[in-house]
């Protein structure tokens, strides 16, 4: 059974750069047939999706996040990673990594789903 | 803020039913798979339903998935204590500005 869990640091200065590690254990990051995400949640508040890569190093990101955002993968470590520049506190948040499956139909429509997820990892942006 | 509108709170007494809506366009939940998420006190969400009403192994037949439209709802029944949680929807949207998964505003759900 695939697990996630992240790593990094929890404490990160504004206008540094956050970088996260999530290691997947109990099958192969490059199997196929899984996406790799990065999802958060402001303290109180609802889910995000950062965006996610496939193994081969496609990447999508979220449109608000795009120039500030950089997932990463290594196939060696079984590790996909995030890099978020230039944070502020409105970037505080638990940050969360999730397999992810994707496809799109024969009708064109998008299957999208998040299992697993790690355990989330909260990163306070602060001086 | 989210493109996906769930009502902030439901609540009913325990073997009741409840069900949360998220409504959404088509742009988003009109022309894309809904999944659901739970997600209890200080823990990681988990996946409830997915491909608007397939339910992964081990979770119970409680719970069930459907959509209409440009709007989807979640439905439980038997309700526990242990339902107490945070419930959220999940799609992907085609827009160019929210291109991308998308998540609903979330639902807190209360046994009485």
């Known amino acids: 059974q695939v697990q996630l869990q992240e790593s990094g640091p929890g404490l990160v200065k504004p206008s540094q750069t956050l970088s996260l590690t999530c290691t997947v254990s109990g099958g192969s990051i490059s199997s196929g047939g899984y996406y790799w995400s990065w999802i958060r949640q402001h303290p109180g508040k609802g889910l995000e999706w950062i965006g996610y890569i496939y193994y081969s190093g496609s990447t999508y990101y979220n449109p608000s996040l795009k120039s500030r955002v950089t997932i990463s993968v290594d196939t060696s470590k079984n590790q996909f990673s995030l890099k978020l520049s230039s944070v502020t506190a409105a970037d505080t948040a638990v940050y969360y990594c999730?397999?992810?499956?994707?496809?799109?139909?024969?009708?064109?429509?998008?299957?999208?789903?998040?299992?697993?997820w790690g355990q989330g990892t909260l990163v306070t942006v602060s001086s | 803020q989210s493109v996906l509108t769930q009502p902030p709170s439901v609540s009913a007494a325990p073997g009741q039913k409840v069900t949360i809506s998220c409504s959404g366009s088509s742009s988003n939940i009109g022309n894309n798979y809904v999944s659901w998420y739970q997600q209890l006190p200080g823990t990681a969400p988990k996946l409830l339903i997915y491909e608007n009403n397939k339910r992964p192994s081990g979770i119970p037949d409680r719970f069930s998935g459907s959509k209409s439209g440009t709007s989807a709802t979640l439905g439980i029944t038997g309700l526990q204590t242990g339902d107490e949680a945070d419930y959220y929807c999940?799609?992907?949207?085609?827009?160019?500005?929210?291109?991308?998964?998308?998540f609903g505003t979330g639902t807190k759900v209360t046994v009485l």
């Open positions: 999730a397999g992810t499956r994707g496809y799109y139909d024969s009708s064109g429509y998008r299957n999208n789903w998040f299992d697993p």
């Open positions: 999940g799609t992907w949207d085609s827009s160019l500005s929210a291109g991308g998964e998308v």
